[in-house]
């Protein structure tokens, strides 16, 4: 099981608590949004943890005053990306 | 290949040339028409079997992923079985093209909606019965409903009209317009197939992939991969377009056709043509030599058709000017739900139009670069990496008219040695 910090873009604000209490995994952009470091893709929205990571990663999820953090398990391997369907 | 709407014209021998599917009926076929064609379609009879044809056919997505269609089918259905309380999914014919260079779905529906109908209710038959919809742009709806008024079966399906923006097509979108009435992608923590429209499992499907899964039905695996390649089979719709005088047209084409051939049969000569847009807003920019069409393939000889939209650049034109003026469109058309696509789409753009406009700066085209990195992979939908998947190609292909602009002249490209 990995756990998995997902980012919901509608409802972040790019204030950056986040970064504050996650600085080894989230780094900040241009207007203050949150960047997963070393990642790309759509990692960069569901982004796998370090265990190390998890317990601060459970804080931010709990103090983000958007709510826009959220914490899932996912079973190995990781699942399959969302394709833009249309 | 085939017109649309011109299939009585005798076809000159050509190897990529492809009898219609799709559109074999002939223009504005009504019922009765559709069945001389095609043949009756038992929607019940039919749903037994035809997740395996499926799989075994290798049908992809034609609005745009080329996501296996039985994988996602089948997702759907496991879903609806999932739970306590099985709940009964959803199928929506997604027919909203927000792509300003694509016709096809539009063209389809028009034509053959009865075929586009037939698939829509065999996937809702296949999944025990699932709610139907049919999305489409206000213009496609009174042919639409006509359809749906002249055929026994229907009377469940609803129709709802889909606005015209680019992002409207997208599939969640399409679940929340449904929902809300607001065509705006959702973030998702959970996939449309476990949790879409009111909490059901939800399977949104192009209508040209609905239309093929009705021919699969119909005719069987074997029959769709007769045409196309063992890795693309089948057949595939295209909106190609082109400078004047060139007339947009819609062709079927075999799976992993070559874009050359393509272009000559849409009346152009793929010599003189600096760059093709493949795939539309969110495709690419390539050279029209040597590129096959196909979802999968080695990088520099294949490109992804994308929702199948095909357009050539006037060789005279700027592909910077041309590249900057669709990144300017896809900006606006961001939903500006997302901070990364909101701030990062338009910093983008301002970036590329100064290039466009002359502005003699080397640090511009590291910057644009830059951004396009920043923003990938960060919003509820894919609009961020589409839009810096065309940039990057765009810094590509025009790789000789950005060290031009940034030195301070313009060459249009086709004056340069491709
Ligand atoms: S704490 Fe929440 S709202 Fe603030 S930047 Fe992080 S995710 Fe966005
Ligand atoms: S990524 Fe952009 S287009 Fe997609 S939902 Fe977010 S703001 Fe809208």
Redesign the interface.
Same mark, same amino acid.
Not at chain 2, 185 to 189: A, T
Not at chain 2, 337 to 341: I, K
């Given at each position: 099981m990995t756990a998995i910090l997902?980012?919901?873009?509608?409802?972040?604000?790019?204030r950056g608590l986040c970064t504050e209490l996650l600085p080894g995994v989230l780094d900040r952009?241009?207007?203050?949004?949150p960047?997963a470091r070393g990642?790309?893709?759509?990692?960069?929205?569901d982004i796998p943890l370090r265990d190390a990571d998890r317990e601060a990663a459970q804080e931010a999820v709990s103090l983000c005053p958007k709510l826009a953090l959220?914490l899932?398990e996912r079973m190995e391997p990781a699942r399959e990306s969302?394709?833009?369907?249309? | 290949m085939s017109h649309a709407g011109d299939t009585s014209q005798p076809a000159p021998p050509d190897a990529a040339r492809q009898e219609p599917r799709l559109l074999a009926a002939g223009p504005d076929a009504g019922w009765d028409q559709h069945l001389d064609t095609f043949g009756p379609l038992d929607a019940d009879a039919a749903a037994p079997g035809l997740l395996d044809a499926l799989a075994a056919s290798g049908l992809t997505?034609r609005?745009?992923?080329a996501?296996e269609t039985w994988r996602?089918v089948t997702a759907t259905a496991e879903s609806g079985r999932k739970g306590l309380f099985a709940a009964r999914p959803v199928v929506i014919a997604?027919g909203?093209?927000g792509e300003p260079l694509s016709f096809k779905d539009r063209t389809l529906l028009s034509h053959a909606p009865h075929l586009v109908i037939d698939g829509l209710l065999t996937l809702a038959a296949a999944l025990g019965g699932a709610g139907t919809y049919v999305y489409a742009p206000a213009a496609g709806l009174p042919r639409v409903r006509q359809a749906l008024a002249g055929r026994p079966g229907t009377k469940r399906v609803r129709v709802v009209e889909a606005p015209e923006t680019f992002i409207s097509?997208?599939?969640s979108a399409v679940v929340n317009m449904i929902a809300t009435g607001n065509a705006v992608?959702?973030?998702?923590?959970r996939?449309l197939s476990e949790s879409g429209l009111n909490g059901r499992p939800t399977l949104?499907?192009?209508v040209e992939t609905l239309a093929q899964v009705a021919l699969i039905a119909r005719y069987g695996a074997q029959w769709f991969r007769q045409a196309g390649t063992a890795t693309d089979p089948g057949t595939r719709l295209v909106s190609v377009s082109g400078p004047a005088p060139v007339r947009d047209v819609v062709l079927e084409v075999p799976g992993g056709v070559e874009l050359s051939a393509v272009l000559k049969e849409a009346g152009m000569d793929p010599a003189p043509l600096s760059a093709v847009l493949v795939g539309g807003y969110?495709g690419r920019w390539v050279r029209p030599a040597a590129h096959v069409l196909s979802p999968e393939g080695p990088v520099g000889g294949t490109v992804r058709p994308g929702?199948g939209v095909i357009h050539a650049l006037d060789p005279h034109a700027c592909g910077i000017g041309a590249t900057a003026r669709i990144l300017t469109y896809l900006a606006n058309e961001s939903a500006r739900?997302?901070?990364?696509?909101m701030? $990062?789409l338009p +910093?983008m753009a301002s970036v590329l139009n100064r290039i466009a406009g002359g502005e003699r700066n080397p640090r511009l085209a590291s910057e644009l670069d830059r951004l396009g990195r920043?923003v990938? $992979?960060?919003? +509820?939908?894919?609009h961020p990496?589409?839009t810096t998947g065309l940039v990057s190609s765009a810094l590509e292909v025009f790789a000789a008219d950005f060290r031009a602009h940034l030195a301070g002249y313009c060459v249009p490209l086709g004056g340069v040695a491709a």
């Open positions: 997902h980012i919901d873009w509608t409802s972040c604000d790019g952009d241009d207007w203050g949004y960047v990642k790309s893709g759509r990692e960069r929205t959220s899932q969302r394709k833009p369907g249309r | 997505g609005g745009g992923a996501f996602k997604n909203a093209e097509g997208e599939s992608p959702v973030d998702q923590r996939r949104v499907v192009n969110h929702a739900q997302c901070g990364p696509c701030f $990062g +910093a920043l990938s $992979g960060r919003g +509820a939908c894919r990496e589409g």
